[in-house]
């Protein structure tokens, strides 16, 4: 099956910013505490809950806490689990989502795609169309699977 994503920003997204904010909240809290569910299991509840879902938007949020992300079908939720791939230049875009650099060949030639994993808690109905619509916060990690914390093309 041929699955199609879409890249998307969201450039007026108080909305979502402030669902987010408290989700990640709670989601950061539970982890501390050791508290979080597995992944699968998180899906699953959320399925049950919301059995009519089309669509999953993941998200990951640039320099400027721009939403940026991708929008892909239900069947899709369960290998999230094992991350789904961005560029590492998301943390390098300015507001419009061009990629500020001094040189475009160097962009080219360093900007690996990098894992992004789910933040767990943060699977939630979409803003629009909540009962077909997801949505997911993703972390980006680095080779060794630690917090994704700097990007340099030089």
């Known amino acids: 099956m041929n699955q199609k994503s879409q890249f998307f920003s969201l450039k007026n997204s108080s909305d979502l910013r402030c669902s987010f904010s408290k989700v990640s909240q709670n989601a950061l809290a539970e982890t501390e505490s050791g508290n979080s569910i597995p992944f699968t299991q998180e899906v699953e509840n959320y399925l049950f809950k919301y059995p009519d879902t089309k669509h999953v938007d993941i998200y990951i949020n640039d320099i400027s806490g721009v939403f940026r992300g991708k929008r892909v079908a239900v069947a899709s939720l369960h290998s999230l689990e094992k991350g789904a791939y961005f560029p590492q230049s998301v ?3 300015d507001k419009e989502g061009k990629v500020m ?3 475009d060949s160097c962009l080219a030639e360093n900007e690996p795609d990098r894992i992004c994993v789910p933040v ?3 699977l939630r109905p979409g803003g629009h169309n909540p009962a077909e619509n997801a949505q997911i916060l993703l972390t980006m990690q680095d080779e060794q699977g ?9």
């Open 146 to 154: 630690k917090p994704y914390e700097n990007w340099n093309p030089a």
């Open 101 to 103: 650099s001094v040189e």
């Open 91 to 93: 943390y390098s875009m």
């Open 120 to 122: 767990a808690g943060t």
